[in-house]
């Protein structure tokens, strides 16, 4: 079974700096999806980003980037230049490449960022 | 627009009493989810499926049920059996086909027990 850790619960950044979430998950798999989840006050779960684990480079959409590390087992996000729209729960999640066999999606249990202005 | 439905937004339920949560997607998705969310818990996966006329239980099934007669559908029955059933309920849908794709979620079901 995999599981996903987010070992920090809460963090704070100020505006227009950078900030890094951590998350380590545990699997045997060697194919997979790693994914970072926002979730502002809406409650609306946004995708951030998504990595393959096959791939070696590290995904990057705009002002957030991931630094994924398969060896360690570890997929941190980093935020360039927050804004204030940022602040939000974040959540990492795992899911097993799908081959017909079940493939479920697995979360950590979320930091809450809070960008101040 | 392709997307997920939840509904209703807001529900209460009576001591005893059994309710269901709706989820439809256009999406063509294989995969459909369902996850209760409370404070500090994070998402904790209730029920899974990954095609018509078969799920799984996630790691908090007790008191929960599921079906899923068609593509488009995997309601979500709460039941009395549930102790604690007060919480943000949050479906999701995931494609399979190339290896699988991310999940889109729906806006979510406050449920309340009065």
């Known amino acids: 079974a995999q599981t996903v850790t987010q070992s920090q619960p809460e963090m704070s950044v100020q505006e227009a700096e950078t900030v890094t979430l951590s998350c380590t998950y545990d699997t045997s798999e060697n194919n997979y999806y790693l994914f970072w989840y926002k979730q502002p006050p809406s409650r609306q779960m946004i995708l951030v980003i998504r990595q393959e684990a096959y791939k070696q480079q590290n995904a990057t959409e705009n002002r957030f980037s991931v630094n994924f590390q398969k060896a360690a087992k570890s997929f941190s996000l980093k935020i360039s230049d927050s804004q204030l729209g940022d602040t939000a729960m974040y959540f990492c999640a795992f899911m097993k490449y799908y081959t017909g066999a079940n493939s479920k999606l697995t979360f950590g249990k979320g930091i809450t960022l809070s960008v101040r202005p | 627009d392709g997307g997920i439905t939840q509904s209703p937004k807001y529900l209460f339920r009576k001591e005893g009493q059994n309710v269901t949560l709706s989820c439809e997607q256009n999406?063509?998705?294989?995969?459909m989810y369902w996850y209760r969310q409370d404070p500090g818990q994070g998402l904790r996966l209730i029920y899974y499926?990954?095609?018509?006329?078969?799920?799984q239980k996630g790691d908090i099934a007790e008191g929960y049920s599921v079906s899923r007669e068609k593509k488009e559908s995997f309601p979500l029955t709460v039941t009395s059996a549930q102790k604690n059933p007060t919480a943000f309920y949050l479906c999701a849908s995931s494609g399979t086909q190339g290896g699988g794709t991310e999940a889109f979620f729906g806006q979510g079901t406050r449920l309340t027990v009065v």
């Open positions: 499926s990954q095609i018509v006329n078969d799920f």
């Open positions: 999406l063509n998705h294989d995969a």
